[in-house]
């Protein structure tokens, strides 16, 4: 585990030393490692694996679970799903590729909290981490993603209340299994029941649980 931090430190080093205006792009590169070696609790041979490698081009060279934008050449997604992955999102290396706009993570064995930084990925369009052990509260931050369009956190242990001002949101929306409690804010009462079922401290539509009526003072 620590040969594998030493070796980035030094490759960083290297980097720099070789090239003083190294590109973002190698910036990009290495926080996108660090971040599936903090996914993978420091396994060191993930990288090796799905071929994430400075010496290469996320986007020529094959780096497994990266897609990109054809024209410029950009990093549209990070798909990473069902890998067995047990250890925790950093999402500010995530969200240091700057064009980000699909982060998958689903059925893995991730835990911890969806971290607030994760406002930081501003072009991000959908977020998949249904299927892990994800848990605490949801960053009221996630409503500054004026880009989502589509959440799917079911099937984790998030509790808490659901953020209100997911208004961007237009297609799949769901946090089913999980626990979640509370009055459901009002713009997510558009989205079906099936969003919200295996919660079972909500209340309020669409759910046919009515929400007590506030003590009065
Ligand atoms: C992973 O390695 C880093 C750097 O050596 C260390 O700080 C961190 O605690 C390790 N994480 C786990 C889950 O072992
Ligand atoms: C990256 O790729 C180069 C060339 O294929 C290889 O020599 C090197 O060991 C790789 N580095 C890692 C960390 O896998
Ligand atoms: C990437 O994969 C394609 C198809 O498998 C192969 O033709 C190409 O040589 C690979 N590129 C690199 C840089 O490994
Ligand atoms: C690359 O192109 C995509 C889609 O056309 C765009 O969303 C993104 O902002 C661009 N990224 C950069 C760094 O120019
Ligand atoms: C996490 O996964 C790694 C590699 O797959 C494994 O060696 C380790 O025991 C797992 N840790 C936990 C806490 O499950
Ligand atoms: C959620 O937490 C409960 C109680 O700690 C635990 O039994 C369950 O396995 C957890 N579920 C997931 C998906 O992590
Ligand atoms: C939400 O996710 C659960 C569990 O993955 C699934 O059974 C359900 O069909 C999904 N609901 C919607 C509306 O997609
Ligand atoms: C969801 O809505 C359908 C149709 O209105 C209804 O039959 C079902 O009982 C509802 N389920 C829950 C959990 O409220």
Request: hydrophobic share 40%.
């Amino acid at each position: 585990m620590i040969s594998i931090s030493i070796s980035i430190s030094i490759s960083l080093a290297i980097l720099l030393l070789l090239n003083p205006t190294a590109s973002e792009q190698d910036h990009v590169k290495l926080s996108l490692i660090n971040f599936l070696q903090k996914l993978s609790r420091n396994d060191t041979g993930i990288t090796e694996k799905l071929s994430w490698n400075t010496s290469t081009d996320p986007c020529s060279g094959n780096w497994t679970g990266i897609s990109c934008n054809n024209k410029n050449k950009s990093i549209r997604g990070i798909t990473l799903e069902g890998l067995l992955l047990n250890g925790s999102i950093d999402a500010t290396l995530a969200c240091t590729a700057p064009s980000l706009a699909v982060l998958s993570l689903r059925d893995n064995l991730l835990h911890g909290q969806l971290p607030l930084e994760i406002s930081s990925c501003s072009q991000l369009t959908h977020l998949f981490l249904s299927g892990n052990r994800l848990s605490g509260e949801l960053p009221l931050e996630i409503s500054e993603l004026n880009n989502l369009k589509r959440l799917d956190i079911s099937n984790n242990n998030f509790s808490g209340d659901i953020p209100s001002g997911l208004t961007t949101i237009s297609g799949l929306f769901n946090i089913s299994n999980n626990l979640f409690s509370g009055r459901i804010p009002p713009d997510a009462a558009q989205f079906g029941n099936e969003s919200f079922s295996g919660n079972s401290g909500l209340c309020g539509l669409p759910l046919a649980v009515a929400c007590a009526p506030a003590a009065s003072p």
